[in-house]
């Protein structure tokens, strides 16, 4: 129960890797908050069978909303100890042929949706043993495929946040690290694959299974450990750091996996 006693605000956690965060942090005894934009967040208590949950139906890239959720929130448990901002959006298109609102929807919400809960949750942090989790990518800070400019920049500039604010929390006793997933089989990623193929989405899941040494995409469970850890005070001495879970999808030197 390395989490006991611990309020943790998520966003993005009605689905996907912010769902299996949720999942994990309440087996280790947290108390939870999700922010989702999904009206299925409302029924998050009643889905996994846990009291222990709270879902608001929220918008981040609207402000004025995320400080209403977060007050109603701390209002109930008093404080913050963990807020992992989870919440994100991709959708493919090549540079030339994207627009601008387009380009600004992947900006408003993976860039100033984690600039706005953030800003709204510090007040309410705990110091000294406070822990803020980043989502991140392996796309942008390490790697990226045609078609993903807007959603690399955000993720890589979303690396950056990570740093800069870890240097400025320190003295508060806050940490700041971030996650850079590579695969992780959630509604995101099938979406993905039916924009490539929409004919047969899951052989294009099976081909990116297959490029990855590890031989499979990751779970949703298996991310929500690793911010768990990164919440907890066994990763007392971490900050400002990115931590790569991708089964092995960056080694490869070359293309092919044979060569």
Same mark, same amino acid.
């Given at each position: 129960?390395?989490?006991?006693?611990?309020?943790?605000?998520?966003?993005?956690?009605?689905?996907?890797?912010?769902?299996?965060? &949720?999942?994990?942090?309440?087996?280790?005894?947290?108390?939870?908050?999700?922010?989702?934009?999904?009206?299925? &967040?409302?029924?998050?208590?009643?889905?996994?069978?846990?009291?222990?949950?709270?879902?608001?139906?929220?918008?981040?890239?609207?402000?004025?909303? &995320?400080? !209403?959720?977060?007050?109603?929130?701390?209002?109930?448990?008093?404080?913050?100890?963990?807020?992992?901002?989870?919440?994100?959006?991709?959708?493919?298109?090549?540079?030339?042929?994207?627009?601008?609102?387009?380009?600004?929807?992947?900006?408003?919400?993976?860039?100033?949706?984690?600039?706005?809960? +953030?800003?709204?949750?510090?007040?309410?942090?705990?110091?000294?043993?406070?822990?803020?989790?980043?989502?991140?990518?392996? +796309?942008? =800070?390490?790697?990226?495929?045609?078609?993903?400019?807007?959603?690399?920049?955000?993720?890589?500039?979303?690396?950056?946040?990570?740093?800069?604010?870890?240097?400025?929390? &320190? !003295?508060?006793?806050?940490?700041?690290?971030?996650?850079?997933?590579?695969?992780?089989? +959630? =509604?995101?990623?099938?979406?993905?694959?039916?924009?490539?193929? =929409?004919?047969? =989405?899951?052989?294009?899941?099976?081909?990116?299974?297959?490029?990855?040494?590890?031989?499979?995409?990751? +779970?949703?469970?298996?991310?929500?450990?690793?911010?768990?850890?990164?919440?907890?005070?066994?990763?007392?001495?971490?900050?400002? !750091?990115?931590?790569?879970?991708?089964?092995?999808?960056?080694?490869?030197?070359?293309?092919?996996?044979?060569?």
């Amino acid at each position: 129960m390395k989490l006991d006693n611990k309020i943790a605000l998520v966003t993005g956690g009605a689905k996907g890797n912010g769902l299996g965060i &949720v999942k994990v942090f309440l087996k280790y005894g947290a108390k939870v908050g999700v922010l989702d934009y999904d009206k299925e &967040v409302l029924n998050i208590a009643e889905y996994l069978n846990n009291e222990n949950v709270m879902g608001f139906f929220v918008d981040i890239r609207d402000k004025e909303a &995320v400080n !209403q959720a977060i007050k109603d929130f701390v209002l109930k448990y008093g404080k913050i100890d963990i807020l992992v901002n989870n919440a994100g959006v991709c959708s493919l298109a090549k540079f030339a042929d994207m627009d601008d609102e387009l380009r600004d929807f992947h900006f408003d919400v993976n860039i100033k949706g984690t600039w706005n809960v +953030t800003k709204s949750s510090l007040p309410y942090m705990t110091k000294n043993t406070g822990s803020i989790v980043n989502l991140s990518s392996v +796309t942008g =800070p390490m790697v990226a495929d045609s078609g993903e400019v807007a959603y690399a920049t955000t993720k890589a500039a979303v690396l950056g946040f990570t740093k800069a604010l870890a240097a400025e929390l &320190v !003295q508060d006793g806050i940490r700041v690290n971030a996650i850079l997933p590579g695969y992780i089989r +959630t =509604p995101m990623v099938d979406g993905m694959a039916k924009e490539t193929n =929409p004919e047969n =989405p899951e052989s294009v899941v099976k081909g990116i299974a297959a490029g990855i040494p590890m031989g499979r995409l990751g +779970t949703i469970e298996e991310l929500g450990e690793l911010a768990a850890f990164l919440a907890s005070d066994e990763s007392s001495y971490i900050t400002a !750091q990115g931590i790569v879970i991708d089964g092995g999808s960056t080694l490869p030197e070359t293309m092919s996996m044979g060569v």
